[in-house]
């Protein structure tokens, strides 16, 4: 990765947990449970990777600053490490079923949203499936 | 994570400036074991997990020691004074160095026609030593700020 690409990284994932905490503020101020809310964004920044991913190598620019930025942004807007500490702390307060549904949700959602971002994005562009 | 009820609609823009400060330097972290993977000719799967299982660990940690506890000794939220540090390493550099939607571009294209085994190693990574990295890290950050982690939310 050259430092142009590194930076770019660097900086578009700062924007994409700055975001998250921002779409976190606005779910908590309709009320919704902060874990949920954080599951939500993961499963969003899922779909759109799928998305990116696929539109990227379609055109063969998967290394252009413009995908790296998209890529960066995405991979800073969703957060594993939160999501672990939301089951671990549902689990040692023996909420013990929504620990396990957050993390079946988070981990196969995240997956086949993944997927049919990419499926998405090659039925609108009519490239190979 | 979990947090007061009193935390909503507080601060939200100045907390996204710090998150963005804390994320870029977590991103570039991410962003360096990628290149370090590359170059030792390991798979890009391998920098994610390894990323989600430190950052995953790292947050128990952290997690353990901000947080405020209830008389049980349950933990209950962050306290207000102290959700600029949790946003800073937690939101913004833990959240930055671990990615969700890495992992599961990843697992999609190793599902597909990975070589075999990388899924399943990639799935038991993130699904199952991630996970326990994360209990192991807040019980570790317990055992180390016992003080701090009796402090009230008020």
Redo the contacts between chains.
Sequence with gaps: MSAEALAVTALSGGVGCALRVLARDAFLRRGREARWATCAINLAGSLAMGAVAGAAASRGAEGSLGATAALGLLAGWTTYSACCMDVVVLWVTYRRTRAVALWAVTLAGSVTLAAVGGWILRAVTGGPS | ???APE???RW??S???V??????????A???V??AF?AAGLPGWGAHAVV?VV??F???AL?AALVARDPRG??VGIPPDRRVRE?LL???F????????????D??VL?AGGPSGAAALA?AL??IV??A???AG?RAGARVCPRTSRATLR
């Design positions: 994570m979990t947090h935390e909503r609609g939200p823009w907390l996204a400036a998150a963005f400060a804390g994320g870029t330097c977590g991103s570039l991410r962003a360096l990628q290149q590359a989600n950052g995953a790292a947050i128990g997690f349950e933990p946003h937690g939101a913004g833990l959240g930055g160095l671990t990615t969700v939607s890495g992992l599961a571009q697992l999609c599902v799935i993130n699904g991630g996970l990295a994360c209990a807040f």
